[in-house]
């Protein structure tokens, strides 16, 4: 090989590498950003109507679900605590 295709690979790859160290920088940096986004508080504690089961929870800002082993959403309001609204799921059967 002559000596002008050396230097052209040499720079070829030097810039390859450059490339790849600030592009891990930059998928470090954003997983950084989005773990320290302030995460909404969860409820410490929910009151379930008698017999009810939780399956699963969800919430945005201004309201809270739990989901029920009996195939009810209960819809709480997460200054107060009170349930809002309860939707009872039909399955498909």
Do not use: C, H
């Amino acid at each position: 090989m002559d000596e002008k295709t050396l230097k052209f690979l040499r720079l070829l790859v030097t810039v390859l590498t450059g490339t790849m160290i600030l592009g891990l920088l930059v998928i470090i940096a954003l997983f950084v950003i989005k773990f320290s986004e302030k995460r909404l508080p969860i409820p410490e504690r929910i009151e379930l109507p008698a017999g009810a089961k939780a399956a699963a929870f969800t919430q945005a800002n201004n309201w809270y679900a739990v989901v029920t082993e009996d195939n009810r959403i209960l819809i709480y309001n997460p200054d107060t605590g009170t349930l809002l609204q309860e939707v009872e799921v039909l399955s498909g059967e």
